[in-house]
T-cell receptor, first 111, second 112 residues
Framework: RKEVEQDPGPFNVPEGATVAFNCTYS??????FFWYRQDCRKEPKLLMS???SGNEDGRFTAQLNRASQYISLLIRDSKLSDSATYLC????????????FGQGTELSVKP | EAGVTQSPTHLIKTRGQQVTLRCSPI?????VYWYQQALGLGLQFLLW???????NRGNFPPRFSGRQFPNYSSELNVNALELEDSALYLC???????????FGSGTQLSVL
């Protein structure tokens, strides 16, 4: 089983749609979580951290479910500019702080 | 404030050659991570350096190595290049307090 697994993509949605991505992690000792965004062949950029209580940043909401070992990202009112690959990242201190990336979920928002 | 810088941006090598990639972290960051991203694939963890020491490495053969200098810049060395080493190599520095990673724009390595 992979350490971090994401929903296989791509997700093709119309503008204005709400879309949700899930990411599961295998190591229950994982302690910090992030969502990154990567545009085609460019470097990943931090979208948001994921806090235990859940957090929101504008149209983006991130949630963590430790019991089920998954994190989620919800994007409301999708824009064309949201088209990108979304990567979840897990930091497991028990593995020496190795930051592990999921394989990414591609989102394509169409007019 | 300058971000993470990587050099060179592009590199073309032939099988069997050796390559050195360079990374300068954000000022004040002491941790540097290296990732490999082959075309169409996710980021694979290569190496993590902190305070000049190698802290962890991914499942890559020993011909992938690196080091971190006293100024916290880092090098990634790949010996005996193989075709499948063709990839985007990304370096990131980590904010110790927030654990957030900040990436450089990467080095695109092509092995012919």
């Amino acid at each position: 089983r992979k350490e971090v697994e994401q929903d296989p993509g791509p997700f093709n949605v119309p503008e204005g749609a709400t879309v949700a991505f899930n990411c599961t992690y295998s190591n229950s000792a994982s302690q910090s979580f992030f969502w990154y965004r990567q545009d085609c062949r460019k470097e990943p950029k931090l979208l948001m951290s994921v806090y235990s209580s859940g957090n929101e940043d504008g149209r983006f909401t991130a949630q963590l479910n430790r019991a089920s070992q998954y994190i989620s990202l919800l994007i409301r009112d999708s824009k064309l500019s949201d088209s990108a690959t979304y990567l979840c990242v897990v930091n497991n201190y028990n593995q020496g702080g190795k930051l592990i990336f999921g394989q990414g979920t591609e989102l394509s928002v169409k007019p | 404030e300058a971000g993470v810088t990587q050099s060179p941006t592009h590199l073309i090598k032939t099988r069997g050659q050796q390559v050195t990639l360079r990374c300068s972290p954000i000022s004040g960051h002491t941790s540097v991570y290296w990732y490999q991203q082959a075309l169409g694939l996710g980021l694979q963890f290569l190496l993590w350096y902190d305070e000049g020491e190698e802290r962890n490495r991914g499942n890559f053969p020993p011909r992938f190595s690196g080091r971190q200098f006293p100024n916290y810049s880092s090098e990634l060395n790949v010996n005996a290049l193989e075709l499948e080493d063709s990839a985007l190599y990304l370096c990131a520095s980590k904010d110790r307090r927030t654990e957030k990673l900040f990436f450089g724009s990467g080095t695109q390595l092509s092995v012919l």
